[in-house]
């Protein structure tokens, strides 16, 4: 029997692109059937609802809280997929964080970055 | 004296230069709100518009077809969705590109004669461009909904929020639309997949013209309440913001300029301005996304709709820098790169828009006039941000993402433009 677990974070904000890549890494946890972190709008709700995701307790949630939404195969895999999806929550930098130098492709858009470059 | 080449050279570069001029002198206001049939006079009974290049029923993916059959019913053409779908395939309705009658889409696009439309007027040039109001998230036609509550949001937008929108918008001189695009790029806005400044601000300025002609309160909570809560209303007003900028370019004589870029779900189309209204076409490809939850990328329709006109006039992908989230739903994209994306697309566009500037760009304008020499030169194609929907009909929007715009339909119309011009 699949357990479904929910914990909802009053007063927290967080991109929803940001929230879709943790999603998806929640998902791929073993025995996790299926995840979503998302922002309580009433659309999302519906999405959750839909997806089996919502618990009961979990509809009062608002456009202003964080719903962390676990199916899981039993209870163990869905609160160990809780907890990590917490500490995600804690640090959601996605790896990357340098500034990158693009390097122009053609020589017309180089001259654009650099217009006193000496070409001819 | 010139070589012919170079005469052909120097002609594209003079044609270019007017495409331009225009585009960035474009001032488009939007102005009301009417029913489609005042908006377009040619939209008969049985008409349906829809959004890319043309397409026949029998081409057409799954939430197209779900969107044609619900809109069939909202307008009392079949009594049922499955009586649509006959009628549908039998031939009964004339199926049309919108952007064949100034008006555009988002997603399937659907233009029928009892929908209200936003009219952006082009002060510059004295023309107009119709879009749909948008109908929310979740389960809505643009993604191919097409069940009651669908067709009972499409009526209170006909019967209630289109008609008021009207009065409202009467009662004051329109709103500029440009000032207020400029702004939503400094709030992460970049108009496609992010509207919230934007929405935000135009509800700011509505709101008092609302307040003013609307005198049952509860009727006017539910429509500030409905706008509010819609993260994506702005996106409809700034696609017919784009058709009202690209439609005064799209005929002149020897410009390489894209003056439209839109798909249907099948195909994806493009035209380009010395070619006047002849599509370029190369089948549709798959965004790159990330799925809600219960969906993936086995339920995924390919791109649609009309909504990159907007990419077309600089904005979404090619203003990726102003909403570096976005960036996130691409690969290994991170948001530290978005202004890469934007950069790069400087390299198929002619100019910058010195009125639409992005702050993390150090002010750079974004990036305005797509050249289809450039496109093909260096095989950089448009990138666009997108929603994605269900292939199946009647399901809705299952996630977001990016996609690219085919590099055949700028070989295609570059190889016209040649023969058209002479050039062997």
Redesign the interface.
Known sequence: MSKIVNRVCAGLFL????L??I??SITLLEGVE???L?IG???NL???D????LARASRKAT?GDLIL?VRAKDETAAASALAKAEILLERPT???????T?R???L??AQ?ILPTANLP | MMTRSEKVGSNIRKANAETIRRILEAKPVLIDVVPASEAIPALQEGMILHAGPPIDWGNMCGPMRGAVAGIAVFEGWATDLAEAEQLAESGAFSLNPNHDFGAVGPMTGMTTLSQPVLVVENRASGNHAFCTINE???KVMRFGGNDASVLKRLGWLRDTLGPALGVALRAGKGIELKPLVARGLTMGDEMHQRNLGCSSLLLRTLAPDLARTVDDRTALAEMLSFIG?NDQFFLNLAMALGKAIMDPVCDIECSSVVTAMTRNGTDFGIRVSGLGDEWFTAPVEMPEG??????SADDANPDMGDSTIVETIGLGGFAMAAAP??A??VG?G????A??FT??M??ITLTQNPEWTIPALDYQGVPTGIDIR?VV??G?TPIINTGIAHRKPGIGQV?AGVVKAPLACFELALKALATRLGVR
């Open positions: 991109d929803s692109v940001i879709m890549q999603s998806r299926d995840a979503a998302m709008t009433p659309s519906d999405l959750l839909n997806a089996k995701l456009g939404a996605v790896g990357h964080t340098g500034t990158t693009l122009p492709r053609t017309r858009s654009d | 929310g998230l979740g809560s990330l799925y809600f939850p219960g969906f989230a976005v996130g739903f290994v991170t948001p530290s790169i202004a890469d950069r790069t400087g390299e450039l030169e260096t950089i996630g």
